[in-house]
């Protein structure tokens, strides 16, 4: 059963237009998310996080909110560059160190 | 930040071999995490490394097909035993920065396996 959901493997948007990355979870005793964003031949690289008792955390181009009640969080990228090119995944934790990730999406910015 | 380092980036394996990837970090580190991550899926814990200690494994996982080892508290090793096809993935070594207090994880930069 995966816990962490992110239903659009792949996803296209324009230079300088809004990229948003969605990211669903089924477990409620999550309390910290983070996002991540991986290369090609290059390990993931850690983005932005937020903690449960938040609904949004800004950083630069780079938003993320938490919307609980409907256990979702979405990522939001402002504008979008080519450089961001990349897949992101989304992760989840209970507490521990023990993350659970998402499959990843696939984000092309088109020049 | 960690810096984390991988060998081998990637290697081409003959089924029923084994083979051991090596992860070195540039700090002292009371954990280090394997992970993999096979074809269109996500990353997933394969085990805990702890120095001193034998290391946890997740559900699905166990030591004779993925003994770790941890000498110290800058490298691990992960052994991939007896192969097949099935374990074609990238593994990746990770360490999480409690300095930062973010529950960040650093990951390296990935072992791309192909088995044959």
């Known amino acids: 059963d995966q816990q962490v959901k992110q239903n659009s493997p792949s996803l296209s948007v324009q230079e300088g237009r809004i990229s948003i990355l969605n990211c669903d979870y089924t477990?409620?005793?999550?309390?910290?998310f983070l996002w991540y964003k991986k290369y090609p031949a290059e390990g993931p690289t850690f983005l932005i996080s937020?903690?449960?008792?938040?609904d949004k955390n800004e950083d630069g181009r780079f938003t993320v909110f938490l919307n609980k009640s409907a256990k979702h969080l979405s990522l939001h990228i402002v504008p979008s560059q080519p450089g961001d090119s990349a897949v992101y995944f989304c992760a989840a934790s209970e507490g521990t160190y023990k993350y659970i990730f998402g499959t990843g999406t696939r984000l092309k910015v088109l020049a | 930040s960690a810096v984390i380092s991988q060998k081998p980036s990637r290697d081409i394996c003959q089924r029923g071999t084994s083979l051991t990837i090596q992860c070195q970090v540039d700090s002292q580190v009371t954990m280090m995490f394997w992970y993999r991550q096979q074809p269109g899926q996500s990353l997933t814990l394969i085990a805990t490394a702890n120095q001193g200690s034998e290391a946890t494994y997740e559900s699905g996982f166990v030591i004779d097909k993925f003994p770790i080892s941890r000498p110290n508290l800058t490298f691990s090793t992960l052994t991939v035993s007896n192969m097949s096809p099935e374990d074609s993935s990238i593994y990746l070594c990770?360490?999480?920065?409690?300095?930062?207090?973010?529950?960040?994880?650093?990951f390296g930069e990935g072992s791309r396996l192909t088995v044959l």
């Open positions: 477990n409620s005793m999550f309390d910290y």
């Open positions: 937020i903690s449960s008792i938040k």
């Open positions: 990770s360490v999480e920065d409690r300095g930062l207090d973010t529950g960040e994880l650093f």
